[in-house]
């Protein structure tokens, strides 16, 4: 698929270092894209979702929580030692009508300062990402974390700490039924679709969660550090637009 961009949305593209679509006609760009391979009618592999964790220790019911009381269950969480050395929780912002999620690995320390998710520099790319494909995180986006909180000098996430707050991701979907969910980053990936494979190896085609099609793809962070996989992220942003596209 080739998304037909206007000079606003190229000129988003090259604020994001990407110049795909600006050096080549859109037919050969699409025709250059792997999500024109990728976006396939046949029934494509979906990986399996991870078996539900243990809930977070006296979360109650997080199954049958409606927002306000999801928030405020994140807010109080003391299922694990994160919530020693946080300032604030972060449990995402968006649109609670979104067609889009996007689901980041962690808050850093701009997120736990502020309560919100993706507001440091990789945040910044991810705006300029969204922009190119008319959207924003107030519109029609939902942006969230696998983990509630940061982890001291961000370390990695460890496995008891994704499984003890898989539960309010899982709700948060649910309470959203977005059109696409977007696993930015190994944590996502593997909190979402329960699998330590590489993310070069899981992009490019679509998976499932909680019935739900899932792209995957890598985290902003790791495309500030790495320039060239932008193009890969940006055919991956394509599917996941190809995906909700499909949905009407
Ligand atoms: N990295 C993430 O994965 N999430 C954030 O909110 C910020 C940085």
Redesign the pocket.
């Known amino acids: 698929m080739s998304l037909q961009l206007d000079a606003r949305q190229r000129a988003i593209l090259g604020a994001m270092g990407l110049r795909l679509y600006e050096a080549v006609p859109p037919a050969q760009a699409a025709a250059s894209v792997p999500s024109v391979r990728v976006a396939q009618t046949k029934p494509m592999p979906v990986a399996k979702a991870p078996a539900a964790p243990i809930a977070p220790m006296g979360s109650g019911a997080i199954e049958l929580m409606e927002w306000d009381a999801l928030a405020q269950a994140v807010a109080q969480c003391q299922a694990c030692k994160l919530c020693s050395g946080r300032t604030n929780t972060?449990f995402g912002v968006g649109d609670t009508q979104a067609d889009w999620l996007i689901v980041?690995?962690?808050?850093?320390e701009a997120?736990d300062l502020q309560g919100e998710?993706?507001i440091?520099p990789?945040?910044k790319l991810l705006d300029n990402m969204l922009k190119a494909l008319g959207l924003d995180r107030n519109n029609k986006v939902y942006i969230t974390?696998v983990l509630k909180c940061r982890p001291p000098g961000d370390r990695n996430p460890e496995p008891e700490e994704l499984a003890q707050c898989e539960p309010f991701l899982r709700r948060q979907v649910q309470l959203l039924q977005p059109k696409i969910v977007l696993a930015?980053?190994r944590f996502a990936v593997q909190a979402l679709l329960g699998t330590t494979e590489p993310i070069g190896k899981l992009r490019g085609r679509a998976h499932e969660y909680l019935g739900i099609p899932l792209v995957v793809t890598y985290?902003p962070?790791y495309l500030l550090r790495n320039l060239p996989d932008k193009a890969k992220a940006w055919a991956d942003l394509c599917l996941a637009q190809q995906l909700v596209r499909a949905q009407g």
């Open positions: 972060v980041g690995d962690a808050p850093g997120e998710p993706f440091g990789a945040g974390n930015m980053g985290h962070s």
